[in-house]
């Protein structure tokens, strides 16, 4: 049986592309939660089913931060990239093609270092450490 997130032969994927393709899926469910939650507490008059719709919206927060960052922590160059751009003032179209350009595998690299497609499949172990990204900690 195929599902969408998949767009080469689910049985031909390595279990950890299997996985980051299902945590990409939940990520973009989330998202779509978000927005609904928000179009309907928009138009919600009750104050108290309102007030429900808004702890329930959290909950999707909750749930595709915790999709978003398990996929960072399989994709260093994605990690090194958000950090360029996440919760940074000014604007975010230059702090996003800044990020790119500095996480840019060098030209001619060999494919093994740590922005190989084989690197990105295992576990980094790091969070995305906002306390460095607010200005704290590095």
Known sequence: MGFDQYHEPPNELPPEVRTFARLCASLTEEAEAIGWYEQRIALETDAEARAIMRDAQGEEFKHFSMDLEFLLRRKPRWREIAQGILFQTGDIVEHGEEAEAESEPEAGASGHGPHSPA???RD????????SLKGGRQ
């Open 124 to 131: 980094r172990g790091g969070s995305l450490d906002i306390g």
């Open 119 to 121: 690197a990105g499949l």
